[in-house]
């Protein structure tokens, strides 16, 4: 699987947009990008997954440059209920089955 | 649907005892797994299953048993719990028929702490 890489933590004020990037240098061909949030003593669950270019939905949008090493999810206008660890994970989702690992993510911090 | 069921919600055992963590999902997802998550980490692959009867080893199997005999439940089994067993584990699900599309996404459930004394 490939490896991932991103900011241990960062802090956003209420109302900004939050941007984390997630590197993956080894992404494969097959790989797909997904993005999910885990609240303390939550699971992680689902926020967005995409190939290539931009995906958005009514959560958040996600960026994906040309050469997929590396991508990007934009959190709009967090408020403090976006509080939360990301975790960005890159795998093969097609074809055979799937050992998907999770790194230590991105623990966003929302200030009032 | 209940979605992804974990039981029990908290557990205290003594070093050498054995359990069953318990997991169930009501959607027909082929795929089951069992994660441990430790203070300030990521979750670590312990176990997965691609179907009844099917299972494979993740990241940090040692100590940890599987079996998979119907669809729906995916328990996980310590056979003497260690101290370094604690954690908080979790079981998620997805349908491997959403594979390769913009839907396949793991279903977690609300996860099992788990000390060891």
């Known amino acids: 699987l490939a490896k991932t890489t991103q900011p241990i933590s960062m802090d956003s004020y209420e109302g900004q947009e939050v941007n984390i990037t997630c590197s993956h240098n080894n992404i494969a061909t097959n790989d797909y990008i997904t993005w999910y949030q885990q609240f303390p003593s939550q699971g992680p669950r689902f926020i967005i997954q995409?190939?290539?270019t931009k995906v958005t939905n009514e959560v958040a949008s996600l960026f994906i440059p040309a050469d997929r090493k590396s991508s990007t999810l934009s959190l709009p206008r967090v408020s403090l209920s976006d509080t939360a660890v990301y975790y960005c994970?890159?795998?093969?989702?097609?074809?055979?089955?799937?050992?998907?690992?999770f790194g230590t993510g991105t623990k966003l911090q929302v200030i009032p | 649907n209940a979605g992804v069921t974990q039981t029990p919600k908290f557990q205290v055992l003594k070093t050498g005892q054995s359990m069953t963590l318990q997991c169930a999902q009501d959607?027909?997802?082929?795929?089951m797994s069992w994660y441990r998550q430790d203070p300030g980490m990521g979750l670590r692959l312990i176990h997965y299953?691609?179907?009844?009867?099917?299972?494979d080893q993740g990241e940090v199997p040692n100590g940890y048993n599987v079996s998979r005999s119907t669809t729906e439940d995916f328990p996980l089994r310590l056979l003497s719990a260690a101290p370094s067993q604690t954690s908080v584990y979790f079981c998620?699900?997805?349908?491997?028929?959403?594979?390769?599309?913009?839907?396949?996404?793991?279903?977690f459930g609300p996860g099992t702490r788990l000390t060891v004394l």
């Open positions: 994970l890159v795998g093969a989702l097609s074809g055979g089955y799937q050992k998907v690992t």
């Open positions: 959607m027909n997802h082929e795929y």
């Open positions: 299953s691609v179907g009844a009867g099917i299972t």
């Open positions: 995409g190939y290539k």
């Open positions: 998620a699900s997805r349908s491997l028929s959403g594979r390769g599309t913009t839907t396949d996404t793991q279903y």
